[in-house]
């Protein structure tokens, strides 16, 4: 069936270093990538998503790319503050799925002052 | 704006209870809407999704059971909680018809079984 796999499963960098995080897919279906973060005791929150017709998306200091033939995207974060400091999920989905994502298994980020 | 709502926040039920666990969408209509199982803050697992009232697709065999009601009310249920149905329980909602949308979740029910 389809998967996402998603590294690496934590991540620990000093305040104002970058933060990348990388996802496979397995589904060549796929032309839909969010990211989401989640908090604790939270909902995971849409931080940011690219459509297969883009390689390249930025939103201030986060950026997505997306690789369809190697079906690989990552999330970029610059300048990285404590407050980006959560679980990190990709996920892919395609129209043929009724708008259902397949999500990896989240990216724990900590952001040491 | 639209908003999502799921209560209870936390509940902690004894085995073999009964569960019902509700959601609701605001400021939107005809929403596709999604149940999912998330355990130990990772993994959102996929339950239940719904395209329209009283259309429910099961993605696992479970021991869970959702109905929805209403355009805008899913509920997941059970009429015997096992210890394995503790985890954080999501509920969430995209815009049906429109291709490559986003799903908005709510902020959870954390299901705990004694």
């Known amino acids: 069936g389809e998967n996402v796999e998603q590294h690496p499963s934590t991540l620990s960098v000093q305040e104002g270093d970058s933060a990348v995080i990388k996802c496979t897919y397995s589904d060549s279906a796929s032309n839909y990538f969010p990211w989401y973060k989640q908090e604790l005791g939270k909902g995971p929150q849409l931080i940011i998503d690219i459509r297969s017709n883009v390689g390249e998306k930025k939103d201030q200091r986060i950026a997505v790319t997306l690789n369809k033939t190697a079906k690989h995207f990552s999330l970029h974060i610059t300048e990285t503050q404590p407050e980006d400091s959560a679980v990190y999920f990709c996920?892919?989905?395609?129209?043929?799925?009724?708008?259902?994502?397949?999500f990896g298994q989240g990216t724990e980020l900590s952001v040491k002052p | 704006s639209q908003t999502i709502h799921q209560w209870p926040a936390t509940l902690v039920q004894p085995v073999g209870s009964p569960l019902s666990l509700e959601c609701t969408v605001e400021g939107t209509s005809n929403p596709n809407l999604y149940w999912y199982r998330q355990a130990a803050g990772r993994g959102l697992q996929l339950l239940f999704y719904?395209?329209?009232?009283?259309?429910i697709s099961s993605e696992v065999p479970q021991n869970l059971s959702a109905s929805r009601p209403q355009d805008r009310q899913f509920i997941l249920s059970s009429k015997k909680l096992l210890l394995s149905d503790s985890g954080f329980y999501l509920c969430a909602w995209g815009i049906r018809d429109l291709l490559n949308q986003p799903q908005h979740f709510g902020d959870g029910t954390r299901l705990s079984i004694l």
């Open positions: 719904s395209v329209g009232i009283g259309q």
């Open positions: 996920a892919a989905g395609s129209y043929n799925q009724g708008g259902k994502l397949i």
